[in-house]
């Protein structure tokens, strides 16, 4: 049985400041690319049977400067649509909504964006998994996406609800493994960063 890593994208500058960034496609920071580049060393050496990136720049250009190659575009894999909420700090919405929260309380649709629950993306991570359950019952499988996707990702793969993400701190430019003991899925290293 293969390991499931897991690759945030480098920073971007709304991932700088704090602002949400769903659909808007962000190229990353010089600071960001080093950062994609730092992850090269943590993935020498391993074979991966199968290379999956977000659709979006910030993460195919994190798989091409971490040095995968073969990396198909996942459209599963792509940011929580913030809707309403797109470009937006938490700060900021907090102004106008005290206490909200991204997990409980979701986003208002956009104009341009629709907005999505922790549900839907959790669907959205579920059938991303199931994708790769063949793969992984033979090899290493490495996702390269984003913060927020990657944590919901993570809470279903350990059979979590999709609001179980916010238990998972995940920065730019890190990586994760998420591997089996037992027979069942378990967070094997988390956060890492050279």
Do not use: K
């Amino acid at each position: 049985m293969g390991d499931l890593l897991l690759a945030r994208h480098g920073e971007t500058e709304w991932s700088r400041t704090g602002r949400h960034t769903g659909r808007t496609d962000l190229p990353l920071t010089p600071r960001g690319e080093a950062q994609a580049g730092s992850l090269a060393p943590l993935l020498a050496g391993r074979s991966f049977g199968l290379v999956l990136t977000s659709p979006l720049v910030r993460a195919r250009r994190t798989a091409e400067l971490a040095g995968l190659t073969g990396a198909v575009p996942e459209p599963g894999l792509r940011e929580w649509d913030y809707g309403g909420y797109e470009g937006i700090t938490t700060a900021d919405i907090r102004r106008t909504r005290p206490g909200w929260d991204l997990w409980t309380d979701g986003v208002p649709p956009g104009r341009d964006f629709p907005g999505e629950s922790a549900e839907q993306v959790g669907e959205r991570a579920d059938r991303v998994l199931s994708q790769l359950a063949g793969a992984l019952d033979e090899e290493d499988v490495v996702l390269v996406a984003h913060g927020h996707l990657l944590r919901v990702l993570t809470a279903r793969r350990l059979g979590l609800p999709p609001a179980a993400g916010r238990l998972f701190r995940l920065d730019t430019g890190s990586l994760c493994r998420l591997s089996l003991e037992h027979g069942s899925p378990v967070v094997a290293e988390w956060n890492t960063r050279p």
